[in-house]
């Protein structure tokens, strides 16, 4: 079925990805799963035997509640085709109530509380082994034959898979499931640093009893926090959520919207999966439901497939209200676009077409609008008013990253070249030609698209017009034809009206007595040696154009001349620290082939010089000005690589002291955390933006650091930071070379200029990444390579109309590895709507996520979190209330309607939401906060998707003898089953998670070992093993690492072991040990927050 939903990008970076399609459901063969009672159960038949059947407890809604057992699912809707879908009825609000308790409080049982969006007191935790839960099948069979109950709403039969027969069977069935009281969370571990084990020991698992919630779904690779054990322990996955019908909104067509196929009791049978032949043995076939079809189906209060209050025994009142089967899944969402939109190319000659999303693997063929590669946008059907702008509530954002990676059977951007009058441009608002612009009068003069004016054409461009107004030469001019495309930049696009020079690196190498010690100094001068052989060059050059120079430092800092003519590198110490410049020019700089022997020998000599150090304290902002003022004084741009290892504590300028204060978390004062602690490097940065002056910064800390500080410059030049905490080089020197590889070969355009121009109606008014801004329009970068993103935020200021639509171009000014000034111009055309159902059928929740995400990590340098997290909240409650009033057709306020391409918003926002910037762990640093929020702020929409929603794939299902990669599995506790392996990557860290009851043959296959307790949570590599299973993992691995921008630290993580807290840090739709909801319970708060709204 179409899922009218937003494109996603290809692969990341532009890398094919093979057998990338199929990222379907794992289909369970009919086998039953491991803990699933054998037996097909009978028809349920009332309440079990013995069972009392009180009134249902105060404050508990029934409309969180589960259907009652009599009335099939009423799925009732008024038109055939599928519409925005609806997840459940949740009835009556609560008439009354006090203030919700603090999170963490425990609640008198009945009493509903809502902490941190649990319901009641839903806990989602690890059991209590005092009272194993019972709990009968999550849905309830109905049989053809039987005779609903009759119900207020119109209902059609629905078929449930049967239930559990004996009591016993239930038990073993809800063992793994907590009520009711909220318990002592467990002690945190002693600490993983974001990834890696710190050195003291950490407790194990939390006792029975103990309720565990991890911190949230972000997390980089640095992890120190400990996570969630989700839901329900010991169950499986279950079908994959095809979808639930709603109403079309009036008067306009119906959209789209998803199946709901109701599975047996959970865990026991599955649904039909993508790629699985028939129904499950026993199963109903829900393809073809038994006797007439039902009508169209809107998911009504007694949809949701649960057992019946007055079934449920008194203790599991407050239990789970809805099965998580039944609300969207991103798993499902991501698959359906694979199979719809994975086997066309991606035609951007139509306006406004929303592309597939950045999960589905497509080929782009450029028509006129640039590559979602290059922009992605919140919605391609924007509102024609500010009005409906601010009634929808939906931000109006591109998400722009230049200089994209292209798969290689893309054709990247022509260069243009127009001599020395340079690019064609509007007379007025100075845009660059594009397909846009209408050319009139025989096609002597030209009307510019975005402000109206008529301008000459210059009489070397001119063409004649054919009969249809186009311009002969049309397809012969990249800048007539396509979205993308480059210009020469004239030496008036130029610094000083002067050509640039090739671009400089200078390696900064940190040599304090940690550097030394952790053998980090020795092992970046070895890379060195045979990594300049590598930096980036033009085309077809033989050579790059860049030269190098090299600076060591501590307390001081260390120059070397590596001149050609010279036998042996010379050293000249620059103690001055207070008062920094270069005490040489000449030898400085060098071209790497010319000086190679001098270069190759500094290099052995720097690890031996500073072998018996004993200096520990090192500055920081004077090597950053040595650099600046080295690329001053050779007049040219360039970047900096900076490898430094502990707090600049002594006394120089830029000197910082100590300041990470835990107890500040939570409090009005958390966003000093954020901030830096001087403005000493802002003013830096603006210097070394103006010289074109980069920073790239390598951390290796083993304690605080002040990244919130020293990220500054790298931030405001365009730059990256990596971050390997407890840096050991056995475990993280792969990928610490890896990322340095990459980093130094990547394309990168330097002293580098942005702006956005919009056609009369809207304008660009606020934008978030890396970079500088000296004026409201101008975007400077000292550097921008093929990884960063920039987003814009646009607001309304004037009407926009349906006819002409609405106009981006995004412009580039920059200087090419090779010295060449370039423009690089990409143009995108947006439709634009007076009704709000066109613009809710044309957004892209992935792109929303990332803005929002972006927005939110911005707003913590001002306001306290909590402010922060409640805005999000809002703003998606009220985008969604303005759906449910505008578009949908009129239902009952207990049904929760979601537009069909938002329908994962809720599920994505709450990961953002549980992220650590927002709700940090007990184990999160205040370092690694401040890293990931610098790093989220860059990020592409590719990114973002998997950084806040994992990918988690059952490697034991893999095809040894295909290509693809096995079908995903949601982010959740019980999907794991303890007889297989998974694999979970969210482009910072791959975990590799082994059940404690794989197969011996696997483990031997995979790890090299006999047993499970062999396996050693220290590889950072999986050994390389000649058989099919170890061959498929590995390459699985390279794959997905192929893919992200920076090297994936690899984590074994064994069931019950103390890394997995960790791991289930990561499980983001469970409850999470910081205290976020699972997805479920989130669900219900915004359902709430939305009927407050409408109400």
Not at 38 to 57: C, E, H, K, L, W
Not at 707 to 712: H, M, P, Q
Not at 821 to 838: E, K, V
Request: hydrophobic share 35%; net charge neutral.
């Amino acid at each position: 079925m179409s899922v009218n939903q937003q494109a996603h990008t290809g692969p990341p970076y532009g890398q094919p990805q093979p057998g990338y399609q199929g990222y379907q459901q794992p289909a369970y063969g009919g086998q039953s799963l491991p803990g699933a009672p054998q037996s097909q159960y009978g028809a349920y038949n009332g309440p079990m035997p013995g069972y009392q059947q009180p009134v249902p407890p105060q404050g508990y809604f029934p409309s969180l509640g589960f259907p009652s057992k009599g009335s099939p699912v009423s799925l009732n809707s008024d038109t055939s085709s599928l519409a925005p879908n609806f997840i459940g009825p949740l009835r009556a609000p609560p008439t009354s109530g006090a203030p919700p308790p603090a999170s963490g409080a425990s609640h008198p049982s009945g009493h509903v509380a809502y902490s941190q969006f649990e319901h009641g007191d839903v806990q989602n935790g690890i059991p209590g082994s005092a009272a194993p839960m019972q709990r009968p099948p999550a849905s309830q069979p109905f049989l053809p034959g039987s005779a609903p109950t009759p119900v207020s709403q119109i209902s059609t039969f629905q078929q449930y898979g049967p239930p559990p027969a004996s009591v016993q069977q239930l038990r073993n069935h809800m063992a793994g499931m907590t009520i009711g009281c909220t318990a002592a969370s467990a002690p945190p571990p002693a600490g993983l640093g974001y990834g890696a084990p710190r050195p003291p020991a950490m407790p194990g698992p939390p006792l029975p009893g103990q309720t565990v919630a991890g911190p949230p779904s972000s997390q980089p690779n640095h992890v120190s926090s400990p996570p969630p054990p989700s839901t329900m322990a010991g169950l499986h996955p279950g079908p994959p959520m095809s979808g639930l019908h709603g109403p079309p909104p009036p008067t306009h067509p119906p959209q789209p919207g998803y199946q709901m196929q109701q599975n047996g009791s959970f865990g026991q049978m599955r649904g039909p999966q993508p790629n699985y032949g028939g129904a499950y043995p026993g199963a109903p076939n829900y393809g073809t439901p038994p006797g007439p079809p039902p009508p169209p189906k809107r998911l009504d209060p007694d949809s949701i497939p649960s057992p019946q209050l007055n079934e449920l025994p008194p203790q599991q009142k407050p239990r789970h209200r809805i099965d998580p089967d039944a609300i969207p899944s991103p798993i499902q969402v991501i698959e359906d676009d694979r199979n719809n939109r994975g086997s066309e190319p991606f035609v951007t000659g139509v306006r406004g077409q929303v592309p597939p999303l950045v999960t589905t693997n497509f080929l782009v063929k450029d028509q006129g609008n640039a590559s979602p590669r290059y922009i992605r946008c919140t919605s391609y059907n924007i509102p024609c008013t500010s009005d409906m702008a601010k009634q929808s509530q939906v931000p109006l954002a591109a998400v722009i990253k230049p200089l994209a990676t292209l798969p290689p059977e893309e054709t990247l951007p022509y260069l243009v070249d127009h001599g020395e009058s340079g690019p064609v441009r509007c007379n007025r608002c100075k845009a660059y030609m594009c397909p846009f612009m209408q050319f009139i009068e025989g096609g002597r003069r030209f009307q510019c698209c975005f402000c109206s004016c008529v301008t000459e054409v210059p009489p070397h461009y001119f063409q004649h017009l054919d009969h249809t107004g186009k311009r002969v030469d049309f397809y012969d001019r990249p800048e007539l034809s396509l979205g993308s495309y480059e210009f020469l930049a004239t030496v008036d696009y130029c610094k000083n009206n002067k050509f640039p020079s090739p671009p400089a690196f200078i390696f900064m190498i940190d040599v304090s007595y940690n550097a030394v010690k952790s053998g980090l100094v020795r092992l970046i001068c070895e890379e060195l040696k045979s990594l300049l052989d590598y930096l980036p060059r033009e085309g077809n050059m033989e050579e790059s154009a860049i030269r190098v120079g090299f600076v060591t430092y501590n307390k001081v800092l260390h120059f070397y001349n590596v001149k050609s003519s010279l036998a042996q590198p010379q050293m000249m110490v620059v103690s001055d620290v207070a008062d920094m410049f270069v005490p040489l020019l000449d030898g400085f700089l060098v071209n790497v082939n010319e000086s190679r022997t001098v270069i190759a020998s500094l290099l052995d000599q720097i690890p031996e010089m500073f072998a018996d150090t004993r200096e520990t304290e090192t500055v920081f902002a004077p090597v950053i000005q040595a650099g600046l003022e080295a690329l001053k004084a050779a007049e040219c741009a360039g970047k900096l690589f900076i490898f430094h290892t502990s707090l600049p504590i002594a006394e120089a300028p830029g000197k910082l002291k100590n300041r990470d204060d835990r107890k500040l978390i939570n409090t009005d004062k958390e966003k000093t955390l954020f901030q830096p602690q001087t403005s000493f490097y802002n003013n830096l940065a603006k210097d070394c933006v103006a010289q074109g002056c980069c920073v790239d910064l390598f951390l290796f800390p083993n304690q605080y650091l002040d990244v919130a500080t020293l990220g500054v410059v790298p931030y405001q030049t365009g730059g990256s930071i990596y971050k390997y905490a407890y840096f050991q080089l056995e475990t993280d020197q792969y990928r610490f070379l890896n990322d340095l590889r990459r980093d130094v070969q990547k394309e990168v355009g330097f002293d580098a200029v942005m702006r956005v121009r919009t056609s009369t109606g809207i304008r660009a008014t606020d934008f978030f990444g890396a970079f500088y801004m000296s004026n409201t329009t101008d975007v400077e970068m000292a550097g921008l390579d093929c990884d960063k993103t920039i987003t814009v935020e646009f607001k309304h200021d004037d009407k926009l109309s349906e006819d002409s639509g609405a106009l981006l171009q995004c412009a580039l000014l920059y200087t090419s590895c090779a010295g060449q000034r370039r423009l690089r111009i990409h143009n995108l055309s947006l439709n634009c709507c007076t009704q709000l159902a066109d613009l809710y059928r044309n957004c892209e929740t992935d792109t929303l996520i990332n803005y929002l995400a972006k927005y939110a990590y911005r707003g913590v340098l001002s306001s306290p979190v909590k402010t922060v997290r409640d805005a999000l909240i809002n703003q998606c409650a009220q985008i969604l209330a303005c759906y449910r009033k505008n578009c949908a057709s009129p239902s009952s306020a207990g049904q929760l309607i979601l537009p069909e391409c938002m329908k994962l918003l809720p599920v994505y926002l709450n990961c953002v939401l549980k992220s650590d910037v927002l709700q940090p762990g007990p184990e999160v640093t205040t370092d690694d906060r401040a890293y990931i929020r610098q790093l989220v702020t860059s990020m592409d929409v590719a990114e973002t998707n998997v950084f806040f929603y994992p990918r988690l794939l059952p490697l034991t299902k893999a095809d040894v003898d295909s290509d693809s990669l096995p079908a995903a599995i949601r982010n959740s506790e019980e999907r794991l089953s303890k007889g297989d392996i998974y694999l979970l990557e969210n482009g910072l860290n791959i975990f590799v998670w082994v059940g404690v009851n794989v197969q011996q043959g696997l483990i031997q296959n995979l790890f090299g070992v006999s047993s499970f307790s062999q396996i050693s949570n220290a590889l950072s590599t999986l050994p390389v093993l000649e058989n099919p299973f170890s061959k498929k993992v590995r390459s699985i691995v390279d794959m997905l690492q192929g893919q992200r921008s920076r090297y994936m630290k690899l984590i074994i993580v064994k069931q019950e072991d103390k890394l997995e807290m960790l791991f289930k840090h990561f499980l983001v739709e469970d409850k999470s040990l910081s205290g976020g909801a699972s997805y479920v319970d989130f669900l219900c708060h915004m359902h709430k927050e939305i009927r407050q709204l409408l109400s």
